[in-house]
């Protein structure tokens, strides 16, 4: 038994040792070519610029007369020569930039709407759901499933009472806490007309919860 598999393992290696040496040679040529030719491959396809090389020979759909991405078209004051298209409104209304901490400019910001406009109330009660009931609670008593765990979140009956419209709105946009955005997120993504609607809503709540009742 024990000879028998002695003699196996013996069998393979008399095979490759039987090899003459000018098939060694060959093999060893044919692996240096296939190497270099392995070589030449992964420096033109791997170096991401094959398809600069030859149009002809690596015709693309990606090569036509069309604007690239990032091609700059010329356009001035676009950086990367994106026009805004036709209606485009920028994400936070193309307003003049305040400073979150500069209070007269937030106080002198008037409030589109009426605290008791209908349409406003509505809206901003579905704004104030998404955006800020999380932290701040649907009653505005910082009750959020987000205030259970992080502490700090301020309630927002009582507190804003003396707070102007323009300073909530500013808040909203820009955020709150230690350096504005730290601690509360800015909502510069939601649209002016919403976040008029969410501080009257937000007035709404104050003014029910200072009576005791729920929303
Ligand atoms: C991620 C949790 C979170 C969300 C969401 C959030 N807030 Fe706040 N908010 C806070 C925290 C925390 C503070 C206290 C900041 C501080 O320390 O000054 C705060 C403070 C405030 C204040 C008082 C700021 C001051 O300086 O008096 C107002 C008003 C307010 N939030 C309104 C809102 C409104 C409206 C929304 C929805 C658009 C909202 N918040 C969404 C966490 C949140």
Not at 164 to 183: E, F, M, N, Q, W
């Amino acid at each position: 038994m024990s000879s028998r598999s002695a003699s196996d393992a013996r069998r393979p290696r008399t095979a490759v040792g039987g090899r003459s040496r000018g098939d060694r040679a060959a093999r060893g040529v044919a692996s240096a070519k296939s190497l270099a030719v392995l070589a030449a491959l992964s420096l033109v396809f791997g170096s991401g610029c094959w398809e600069n090389w030859a149009p002809i020979w690596f015709p693309m759909m990606k090569k036509q007369p069309s604007i690239q991405a990032f091609e700059d078209t010329g356009v001035q004051g676009h950086a990367w020569g994106f026009a805004p298209p036709d209606g485009a409104i920028p994400i936070d209304g193309g307003e003049p930039h305040i400073d979150r901490l500069d209070l007269v400019a937030a106080d002198a910001l008037q409030n589109p709407f009426a605290a008791d406009d209908l349409r406003s109330l509505e809206n901003g009660r579905e704004q104030y759901t998404q955006f800020c009931a999380t932290c701040h609670g649907a009653t505005g008593r910082a009750e959020g499933p987000v205030a259970q765990v992080f502490a700090g979140v301020f309630p927002l009956v009582a507190l804003t009472t003396g707070r102007s419209d323009g300073y909530i709105y500013t808040v909203i946009r820009y955020g709150a806490g230690g350096k504005p955005g730290l601690r509360m997120p800015g909502y510069a993504r939601i649209a002016p007309d919403d976040r008029w609607d969410i501080v009257n809503y937000v007035r709404y709540l104050d003014r029910i919860g200072r009576q005791g009742g729920t929303p």
